[in-house]
């Protein structure tokens, strides 16, 4: 029976020589020192390195434990362990079978100086741990094709695992819990990811921006500042079920909710209004609930409060956006709020965060969203003469209203005639989508609002992540583009030849066309078609904008891809193409998991990170030359979320402000929070430091920055 691995037992490795075990389980001691597991972090000369086997009758934090002769990464094997502590019954000693000869040339204490002493951070630049109840149930029945689901149907059916599995993968675990349980949850997930702090694991801080969602105005009668949800004579609340976007909202008929949804609107939250400060403990708001045993619909209110006590009560680890919906500061709130709530302004909020797939242009154009067009022109200037930053969903899927189809009734005869079906002049659910992608949330909608602000500090999230769009040749970017009126001319010459589901072969009608000479047209998962490659869009914005950029969040960069012409194509190929001849995408990209997103497909959070890790090398192998070397995830996940969030702006005055915001917590070890706020701000003020980032930037050129402890860059 072979020994079980600690922390500080070393490893072999045939390529690089070897090194200590770096992380454990430290609720797990043997012989005095924390047990190792599989998946834990090891010190190799040339980067960090991971056990890669373990005993799986033996289970150590959820994972098999480590022994002696179990495999690395790096085709090593664990070399020590504790001889008084015998785990399994056969060794796994294959792996410390090798001819391969020791690497000596780069051992830590050759290496360049640029490449030591940095401190052991991590951040990922998107992720949500607002409630799933937050969201009303009118776009959510929309999701379920009509179904008049309810809540407590929603959440009985996440409650059950194989049909929880079946809708939604691993997300209906998590979906149901309140915001600050969810917030939890992402804690101790993102504990998991520690092996990326190398030898410096007891100084690891793993930082989370993550998104609150105002959901309640996720309707067209948002725009004359209508909450989603109303209530009659007798209280009883109700939605309006819409025929088209023209008719009169008192005409529409009433769909009344069940008792489960019937819970307090923000209106009627005014008594804690005086008392309203950063922070307030959630139980406050659990006694309006009417039913106890249920899980309910959570406001926009209690959503913002729980985020904040959790950040709280976890300081540094999670870094939240304020959720800015335009519509509701038509007639509810002041313009200004958000602005009290950030980090600036004595608040948690380190930036701010859009949705306008919700209902609203970027840049409004209709004579409907007039009013919200006056709230989001003075955000946007407001935003850019204060450097604040903002990011934007964009992908043509993800949460949406369930009005979204019925839009284009509000625009212009003109406008209209652009988008009707180019036969039989019809304006049927795919022209109504092409119609709100291309004004709601193509990147294209946003050119027009950095046209008026050249200095936004803006992320459009995603980088479109589908499956589809990412077909999109870049040797196309080069390439004109159609104009809406091309596009439609195309669109009637395809279905002259090839019926109408020509956007199925486009790629072999497109050499053919009258337009070939331009770049082909985009074609996403839904079969909308875009005039400009969404992809393509982002790119010549980072290039036009010295303050915009991209996250490569619920983008499995790592997987593959089905490509036109019907073979599988790894994401990663493609952003080589696009970095090879747009290398200014390596200062704009920032890594995000969009967790718990990613659990519909069933993806867990340490293996995004892992698999995304694998992916950026072999980026950059297939780069070679100048970006052989250049450790791209240390730049994604480090490097440029600090200088788009402008953390080093911040975080001082956020380390004041979360001292405040745990004083006012109701109860909790506040001595704890407090000391592990004054460490993880020393871990996170040395990396954002103005001369520390330029090292950084210098070194991850030259391989994986490597993370000590404070004696490395105090």
Known sequence: ?????????????????????????????????????????????????????????????????????????????????????LIGSTAQTEA??????????????????????????????????????????PPLRDKAMGLRIDRGTVNFMAGVPLLSSLMVGDMGEVAPEPTHVVGERLISENN???????????????????????????????????????????????YANRKDGTQRYEDCRRVYLDSNE????????????????????SRQFDRYLKDQRSNCFETWRQQRRRTEMVAAQNPLRLLPLYHYEPRRYIKLEQPDAPFKNLVENGG?????????????????????????????RAFFSRLASEDLPLQTHCTPEGWYTHHRKLYIDLASEEVREQYKHPIDGSLDDRERMQYFQDHFVHPEAWRLVLQD??????????????????????????????TRAELREFQKWAIGRSGSR?????????????????????????????????????????????????????????????????????????????????????????????WY??????????????????????????????????????????????????????VDKLKDNLTAAIGKLDGGDKAKMLSDLERRHQVLAAACDKARMSRMQSAVKQGPLRFTGPEGWL
């Open 262 to 281: 019937d819970l307090p609107m923000d209106h009627e939250e005014t008594e804690l209004q005086a008392q309203e400060g950063p922070i307030d403990s």
């Open 502 to 594: 020509y956007y199925k072969n486009i790629h072999e009608l497109w050499p053919e066309s009258p337009f070939a000479g331009k770049a082909m047209p985009s074609v996403d998962a839904k079969d909308t078609i875009y005039a400009k490659s969404w992809i393509r869009s982002i790119v010549e914005l980072c290039g036009e904008y010295p303050n915009f950029y991209t996250d490569l969040s619920y983008l499995p960069i790592f997987n593959k891809y089905k490509s036109w012409a019907g073979d599988e194509q790894p994401y990663w190929q493609q952003l080589v193409d696009v970095l090879r001849d747009y290398p200014y995408m390596v200062d704009k990209l920032m890594f995000g998991t969009d």
């Open 348 to 376: 948690l909020y380190v930036g701010l965060k859009m949705y306008t797939s919700q209902g609203y242009m970027p840049k409004e154009s209709t004579e409907r969203g007039k009013a919200t067009g006056e709230v989001t």
């Open 597 to 650: 997103m990613i659990l519909m497909d069933k993806h867990g959070y340490r293996k995004w990170y892992e698999e995304t890790i694998k992916a950026l090398e072999e980026v950059s192998t297939a780069l070679e030359g100048q970006w052989s070397a250049h450790f791209l995830f240390h730049q994604f996940a480090l490097i440029n979320p600090i200088k788009f969030y402008r953390l080093d702006k911040i």
């Open 96 to 137: 410390l079978k090798t001819d391969k000869p020791f690497c000596e040339k780069c051992p830590y204490e050759q290496r360049p100086p640029e490449l030591e002493g940095f401190p052991p951070v991590i951040i990922d630049a998107h992720m949500h741990i607002q409630s799933g109840n937050c969201a009303p149930l």
């Open 453 to 482: 602000n050249p200095s936004l500090r803006l992320c459009l999230a995603h980088w479109a992540s589908d499956d589809k769009l990412w077909r999109d040749s870049v040797a196309d970017f080069k390439k004109p583009t159609l």
């Open 1 to 85: 029976m072979p020994p079980s691995a600690r922390i500080t037992d070393g490893h072999t490795c045939p390529v690089h020589g070897g090194g200590p075990i770096c992380v454990g389980d430290a609720t797990i001691i043997v012989g005095n020192v924390p047990a190792a597991r599989l998946g834990d972090g090891l010190i190799c000369p040339c980067g960090p390195d991971l056990i890669a086997q373990g005993e799986n009758t033996v289970i150590f934090g959820n994972m098999p434990a480590a022994r002696i002769g179990d495999s690395t990464a790096h085709g090593g094997a664990v070399a020590q362990g504790c001889p008084t502590v």
């Open 192 to 238: 998991g990811i520690d092996f990326l702090a190398g030898g410096a694991g007891g100084y690891f801080v793993g930082v989370s921006i993550v998104l609150t969602m105002d959901m309640d105005f996720c309707h067209l009668d948002a725009y004359e500042g209508l909450h989603i949800y109303q209530e009659d004579e007798e209280g009883r609340r109700w």
